[in-house]
């Protein structure tokens, strides 16, 4: 395994976010779009190379939002804690498509992204964390459909680039799970886990001599059919193969990177969100870019974003 050193990463924005989260590249628009759960927003920048082109723009919502996706012919779809939702354009009007199928007392929509059919997935979060009520969901024309059952917080959904395999985690349960996936109609079986990592320690907290590696967060897949699961409290990624090797081990200027995207004109730039949220002051003071976005030169290509067929 090799390690690739968090100074390799370039900060490219300087608002930090509470939770930033479900990153996206949009090589139409050459932008980089993500959310920021509790401050309950959407936020978009124009980058070149490393850098930030301009200033960030952020929409703000009424409720948070879980993840994001474009929209074919523009626009794009948000699943946020009353449902999922289609806005043609930034900024403007939601449109319902789906009613949140849970107790938005106690779930809201989590990580999620389209897959190469143009269907959007979404999984919920369970907040008590007492329970495995987290569900994975589907939309396409037939409505919004269950497809996966049994975790505590919905995470790191991904397909291999052929599409016939699906990675889905359960943070909690520091588990990276895959699936044989039917391309066509979206069904998957023969679940089985790709990587157990060994849980939290016991009254385990930033600075502690006790080693934690952290728990699989939001997640994305490589040209190579490696994915790329950052962990969340472990300071960094894993590239882990299909086998559920760690190939790489990528170290993150913040303690809790939240998710990867592939980005740029030859998708070779990795971006990372990453949460300051609820986190300590010396924590903070040592990793003073937690819950910005960071970037860095990759040399294996990602796969591009898939965007909503608008069933």
Known sequence: MSTTPASAWTRITTEPDGLGESPFWHPIEQRLYWVDIPGRRVARVVVDGLQASGPVEYWQLQEEPGCIAPAQGGGMVLALRSGI??????GGLLHKMADAPYDTTKQRFNDGKCDAQGRFWAGSLYEPKDQQLGVLYMLNAQGLQAMQAGVTTANGLAWSPDGRTAYWADTAAHQI????????????SNGRVLRQAEPKP???AWGSEVPYGGRPDGAAVDAEGCYWSAQYEGGRLLRIAPSGEVLTDVRVPALCPTMPCFGGPDLKTLFVTTARHGRSEAELAQNPGSGCVFAMRTEVAGLPVNAWAGY
């Open 85 to 90: 939702y289609r806005a043609p354009q930034w």
């Open 177 to 188: 799970r895959a699936f044989d996936a039917d391309p066509t109609t979206g069904q998957l």
């Open 202 to 204: 016991a009254g385990w």
